[in-house]
């Protein structure tokens, strides 16, 4: 008798612990395949139901994904640095590792267009969770092309210093750029990936990242991911839009189905109105970049010489082709990803978000609303539902 309750204890003991085991491994496979839930500002509340139908991603909780999905996917972070950037750049690493990479371990490819240093390879590779690679940039990716005439270009970086327009003096500011804009994607060292994080020294992220970005993207057919909007200084790009116009005249084939023209211009094309996603935090897929459509873009921009004759940023560049060369749907606002690059911030301004994923931002500081903010504009040809108290983030 007494043996026999002592098994029967020593049973539910174990049949306990089995429950345990189970419950703790369900959690752990949650976590790593966490998808983010429908946001009230972008999901299914919306009154439209024509705006129900695009309203972006997110997604409903799954079951977890058995294991062969649960592996990474093909992805990297990418830096354009110089040695000299290596302690603000550091400061991006750590957030970058506390709050995502930590927990995914991508890769991390530097590029320069100089040898790195050992101090900077060896500080990076200790700092990054995944694996750190190390990228020169050809010569031919980062000088001028035998086209442009380099004293005309002189006298326009002298005029813009007069003009006191920001970087309009710097010719390394324009390689960069150009270089950002046609030949980042074209380097060898990134040649087995699919999607890109770019990152920028001196960045901060304000909130946890506890879902994979990289799978997000491809298994919701996102080609392209930001967090801040706005429109470009009028005084660098003074004929980009012209120069885009012409090649979309001669190559309208490109041009996707359902693009956001409309959210580039107010007046059906005819104007540029400037909006731009900034850059220096993108989450995209490469293949859009290495696209025929893209690449041929590029050679007509190029040619046109406004990389140099005028101070063409690589932002309105990538912008334009986003918005022109890809259907809206596969362009996403990381309204959750809070982040800094000087002087603007992305803060979820939902308490909810910010306090489930630990974001120590300022919400009053939020770009999102304000009156110089694309954003709005990029919710408004969505359709989107607003976030949840938008108005008190406005002013
Ligand atoms: N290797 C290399 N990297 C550069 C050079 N100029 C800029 N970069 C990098 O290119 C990216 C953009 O340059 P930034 O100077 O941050 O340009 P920005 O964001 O428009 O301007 P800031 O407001 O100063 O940050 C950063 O990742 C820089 O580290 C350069 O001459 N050589
Ligand atoms: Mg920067």
């Known amino acids: 008798m007494i043996t026999s309750t002592r098994s029967n204890a020593r049973l539910v003991r174990f049949g306990l612990f089995a429950l345990i085991l189970i419950a703790c491994g369900y959690i752990l496979t949650r976590g790593s395949s966490f998808q983010p839930q429908p946001l009230p500002s972008q999901g299914a509340a919306n009154r439209n139901p024509a ?60 590029l ?21 690679k190390y990228g020169l940039i050809p010569k031919e990716h980062w000088s001028y092309p035998e086209w442009i005439d380099q004293e005309k270009a002189a006298l326009v970086r002298e005029d813009m210093r007069e003009r006191k327009i920001i970087y309009g ?60 909007s706005l429109p470009e200084y009028k005084e660098t ?50 293949n859009f970049f290495r696209s025929e459509a893209y690449q041929k873009y590029f050679e007509h921009l190029d040619k046109a010489g406004g990389f140099f004759y005028e101070r063409w940023g690589d932002a309105p560049v990538h912008s334009i082709a986003a918005a022109l060369f890809l259907p809206k749907e596969k ?29 120590n931002c300022n919400p009053k500081e939020d770009f999102t609303w304000k009156a110089y903010s694309c954003t709005t504009k990029y919710y408004k040809v969505n359709q989107f539902k607003r976030q949840k108290g938008w108005e008190k983030f406005s002013g």
């Open 237 to 286: 790009i003074p004929t980009l839009w012209q120069t885009v116009k012409e090649f979309t005249e001669k190559n309208p084939q490109y041009l996707a189905k359902n693009n956001m023209l409309e959210w580039l211009s107010n007046d059906g094309g005819n104007t540029y109105n400037g909006c731009h996603f900034w850059s220096n935090f993108e989450i995209g897929n490469l």
């Open 112 to 132: 320069n267009d100089d040898e790195f240093s050992e101090e900077f390879k060896e500080a990076t590779t200790a700092l990054v969770s995944g694996t750190t």
């Open 331 to 359: 362009i996403h606002f990381f309204e959750d990803v809070g982040y800094y690059h000087v002087p603007f911030h992305n803060c979820p301004i939902d308490k909810d978000i910010r306090f489930e994923r630990n974001c």
């Open 51 to 110: 705006a129900n139908q695009q309203a972006p991603p997110a997604q409903p909780a799954q079951p977890a994904a058995p294991p062969a999905q649960q592996q990474k996917i093909k992805a990297t972070f990418v830096t354009l640095a110089r040695n000299s950037d290596l302690y603000t750049l550091s400061d991006s690493i750590r957030m970058i590792e506390d709050r995502f990479n930590k927990k995914f371990h991508y890769d991390w490819v530097f």
């Open 169 to 228: 003096h710097s010719e390394s500011y324009r390689h960069m750029c150009r270089f950002e804009s046609g030949f980042f994607w074209r380097q060898d060292i990134l040649k087995d990936y699919e999607y890109y994080w770019r990152v920028e020294p001196d960045i901060k992220l304000y909130c946890d990242i506890d879902y994979d970005v990289f799978k997000w993207m491809k298994q919701n057919n996102k080609d392209y991911g930001f967090t801040i």
